[in-house]
């Protein structure tokens, strides 16, 4: 008589602990991943935060900055299992983030530990969601498996859109810029004081380019050839037309004709290239409104042309 009374509450408790097990499991995943980024972040030892502090006493002061740094020593940590396995990966990706205006040394590292936590945050948001309403099933798995999918390629979405974005200004700014780099070196400015002209002129409107020609100015300034620098330039921009124009400098540099002529010849094909642009995109507008036509403008024309003789007609069928 015990062991039939307590039969239905065993199967109770039994199934309360299966209700229980996926938040248990989730609990016990995020407690292992704070666990482990608490453990990353409190590895430096005080006396290397001492020196930091010694070194920049911006650091001293809490706040924004101090979580950037935090940040900036568990990176190497966090991108360890993201790193490339060759040079040339590893180069490719150092010209995607430079492409997207991200030149610092540390930009490899960084975006690599952004896409780690991405992963590991999609990973977390897929067993919230898989596991409580699918449990340990096929569904739960393949919500997670979604979820670390989605968090890994987020970071380069937005890498992609971040980099067409700054190109696309960069491209759209260029024939403005040569313009005026073509009036300052017949004006009888050299290519550099040109550039620095353009750049101090320019900053407000087309804040990415002077940026680029300010680096390749600092770099010219510290001791570098001139055919590195805007070779650098070129890859460094990722546009097309800027590898044309650092090509035709180089060129000019390097056999000595006339700068100015080469950067209006330069100037004058762009301008006829972005005209061309702008054409080709006017002529695509008439093939592109058919889409909106179709879908939203004509079921109304059609309810307003077509609504009162169905209605007579309706009308017409009902009385006889």
């Known amino acids: 008589m015990f062991s039939q009374a307590s039969s239905p509450t065993t199967e109770a408790l039994h199934m309360n602990l299966e209700q229980l097990l996926p938040y248990l499991i989730f609990a016990s995943i995020t407690s292992i991943v704070i666990v482990v980024a608490s453990l990353m972040n409190d590895k430096s030892k005080r006396t290397s935060q001492r020196l930091e502090e010694l070194k920049n006493p ?3 002061k809490g706040g924004k900055k101090e979580e950037q740094t935090v940040f900036q020593k568990a990176a190497p940590t966090l991108s360890k299992a993201l790193q490339p396995k060759t040079e040339i990966e590893q180069s490719e990706l150092r010209i995607r ?3 997207a205006g991200f030149h610092s040394p540390n930009a490899i590292t960084i975006y690599l530990a952004i896409k780690f936590v991405a992963l590991l945050g999609g990973l ?3 067993a919230g969601y ?3 309403n699918y449990g340990m099933t096929q569904s739960g798995l393949f919500a ?4 670390g999918g989605l968090g890994f390629y987020i970071p380069e979405i937005g890498l992609w859109f971040i980099k067409r974005t700054r ?3 960069i491209f759209l ?3 403005d810029a040569l313009d005026l780099l073509v009036v300052c070196v017949e004006a009888g400015l050299g290519l550099d004081q040109g550039m620095r002209r353009v750049s101090e002129e320019l900053i407000d409107t087309h804040p990415e380019l002077c940026a680029e020609l300010n680096m390749s100015l600092f770099q010219t300034q510290m001791g570098r050839q001139r055919r590195e620098v805007l070779h650098d330039l070129g890859v460094r921009t990722g546009v097309d037309d800027m590898r044309a124009l650092a090509a035709i400098l180089i060129q000019a540099d390097k056999f000595g004709s006339s700068v100015a002529q080469a950067l209006r010849v330069q100037s004058d094909s762009m301008r006829v ?3 061309q642009m702008a054409e080709e995109k006017a002529a695509q507008t008439a093939v592109k409104m058919i889409f909106p036509l179709v879908l939203f403008i004509f079921p109304g024309i059609f309810v307003v042309l077509v609504g009162p003789a169905a209605i007579m007609m309706i009308d017409g069928l009902l009385a006889t």
């Open 58 to 60: 911006l650091s001293r």
């Open 97 to 99: 983030l430079s492409n």
């Open 124 to 126: 977390l948001l897929g």
């Open 130 to 132: 898989g596991i409580p």
């Open 144 to 147: 997670i498996v979604i979820g």
């Open 167 to 169: 190109q696309e200004k």
């Open 173 to 175: 700014s260029m024939p």
């Open 273 to 275: 290239k972005r005209m």
